[in-house]
């Protein structure tokens, strides 16, 4: 099975730089990605790891390391609008998507 | 185009009472997964479907719970015998089903539907 760990909340002030962890323990899968989901909405894709190494969109990050089973998302010039719970997921060999408890990121002024 | 549709978008129910959630997933789109959420929680994995293999039924809490989806298309999650415990909110997501190194088919989430059981 599955298990994915990440930290509950991260405070940070706008335009500083937020990391957020998210180690797991399986057998196998295919990647890691990451969701954001702000109050009351619907989680939407931000970013998909399926090697080693670091991706990049935009003000967004996110890194995989399959031999430290761990990966990461980095949010940089953080902006009020961030302010937003982000899960992290693994997808199975069999396209099952196991996610993560969430972090819930506040951005203060 | 259109994206993932989930209906109704709240549903009070008295304990006790059945209920239907529908799903329409994007077209195309031979995956579909519902999750359920409650509040200031994670996303619980309920079910999965992909084609016309069998769907994966391992997060099904009870037997109450039980999901169809006709012609690939459409789902329908239905609770019998509805339990306050049962209130949360319950998503749906589709996905082209394709992943592996150069391939990525994220999810698409529907609104949800949020149900509170009385």
């Known amino acids: 099975g599955q298990s994915l760990e990440q930290p509950s909340e991260v405070t940070a002030v706008e335009g500083a730089i937020v990391q957020i962890n998210c180690t797991y323990q399986t057998s196998g899968f295919y990647g890691l990605s990451w969701y954001q989901q702000h109050d009351g909405g619907a989680p939407t894709f931000l970013s998909y790891n399926a090697l080693d190494g670091l991706e990049e969109t935009g003000r967004f990050s996110s890194f995989l390391s399959r031999s430290d089973s761990y990966g990461y998302l980095l949010l940089q010039e953080l902006q009020m609008k961030d302010s937003a719970s982000y899960f992290c997921?693994?997808?199975?060999?069999?396209?099952?998507?196991?996610f993560g408890a969430g972090t819930q990121v506040v951005v203060t002024p | 185009g259109a994206g993932v549709s989930q209906s109704p978008s709240n549903k009070v129910t008295e304990k006790g009472k059945d209920v239907e959630l529908r799903c329409d997933p994007i077209s195309g789109h031979t995956a579909l997964y519902w999750y359920r959420q409650s509040l200031g929680q994670g996303l619980e994995f309920l079910i999965y479907f992909q084609g016309n293999s069998a769907p994966d039924k391992s997060g099904l809490p009870s037997d109450r719970f039980s999901a169809e989806r006709t012609g690939g298309s459409v789902s329908t999650l239905t609770i019998q015998r509805t339990q306050q415990e049962d209130s949360a909110v319950y998503l749906c997501?589709?996905?082209?089903?394709?992943?592996?190194?150069?391939?990525?088919?994220?999810?698409?989430f529907g609104n949800g539907t949020r149900l509170t059981v009385t």
């Open positions: 997501a589709s996905s082209l089903a394709v992943w592996g190194s150069s391939n990525n088919s994220p999810l698409h």
């Open positions: 997921a693994l997808t199975d060999s069999w396209g099952k998507f196991q």
